[in-house]
């Protein structure tokens, strides 16, 4: 009762929002949030902007009945444990879930805020990996080795080397390659490694982002990056520049994620779990 009243009180007076994410994180509240860096004027710009700012309060409020908590009594059912204490993945782990509604329970009690208050605001979208056709059976969670300084990932020490000397330019970012994986916007580009792909929703407290400013990929083997010219954007850290829900929202755009562990939804269920989470949020 508690939050369909303050969602009927958010979406009434969704015209006096304002405010906005500019990659910073923050704490959630009841204080109307806005989203996104600035658009143009039009009015489909200003639709947009609106439809943030609403979807924005919806979330940040819905967080806090959420946040910390895993209870049978939550719209999706009782929640799989999830370890937020394990440290740095060394080895590839997998357990799978028997159903999207646990998908919805896991996602409800432990994805990251931050994160699903983006992926809400940019209407769904999502960042995904490349999976075997075995591996997508169902979501899982999983906890994968941290690969991107290896030379087999790539299949080049070119690629290790320059994600290296990236990693030693970002030693001071709670995100580096050496804590982290990559994902992508596009679900072709994350099934060109592995022949499927599954969406991607980071588990647990430690848990952060980062892309390039400009171009998409870290590493091409058409385009060799210069790590001194690259300038990558850390979500939390780099404010007032391209949002994380910017990130998502365009085309094919690798993001790298710090965490532990984090939840893969094979993208034959992603329209299941989306009208579930719209569901949620009374969307």
């Not at 806090?64 to 999706?76: D, E, I, N, Q, R």
């Not at 999830?82 to 646990?102: F, R, Y």
């Not at 983006?118 to 960042?127: E, F, T």
């Not at 990558?232 to 365009?250: F, K, N, Q, T």
């Amino acid at each position: 009762m508690f939050l369909s009243t303050i969602i009927l009180l958010l979406i009434g007076s969704s015209h006096g929002f304002s405010g906005r994410l500019s990659g910073c994180r923050h704490t959630y509240t009841l204080k109307p949030l806005g989203l996104g860096s600035e658009r143009s004027s039009s009015f489909d710009a200003t639709v947009t902007t609106e439809r943030r700012n609403v979807l924005a309060s919806i979330v940040s409020v819905t967080s806090l009945a959420f946040v910390g908590t895993v209870s049978s009594k939550t719209p999706f059912g009782k929640a799989p444990s999830v370890d937020t204490t394990s440290s740095l993945a060394t080895t590839a782990t997998s357990t799978l879930l028997p159903s999207v509604e646990e998908a919805l329970a896991l996602i409800e009690s432990s994805c990251d805020r931050r994160f699903l208050h983006a992926v809400v605001a940019s209407d769904y979208r999502l960042m995904y990996r490349g999976s075997t056709p075995g591996e997508a059976r169902g979501p899982s969670i999983r906890s994968d080795s941290f690969d991107l300084l290896l030379p087999s990932t790539y299949d080049s020490k070119e690629a290790s080397d320059f994600f290296a000397s990236l990693d030693e330019k970002m030693q001071k970012a709670p995100v580096k390659p050496s804590n982290g994986h990559l994902s992508v916007t596009s679900i072709k580009a994350a099934k060109e490694w592995g022949g499927d792909a599954v969406s991607i929703w980071p588990l647990g407290n430690d848990v952060h982002f980062a892309w390039l400013e400009e171009g998409n990929e870290f590493w091409s083997k058409e385009s060799v990056q210069d790590v001194n010219a690259v300038t990558v954007i850390v979500d939390g850290v780099d404010c007032g520049r391209m949002s994380l829900e910017d990130a998502l929202e365009s085309d094919n755009k690798e993001i790298l994620f710090r965490a532990d562990q984090f939840l893969a939804v094979p993208v034959s269920l992603e329209q299941k779990l989306i009208d579930g989470l719209r569901s949620a949020f009374i969307i």
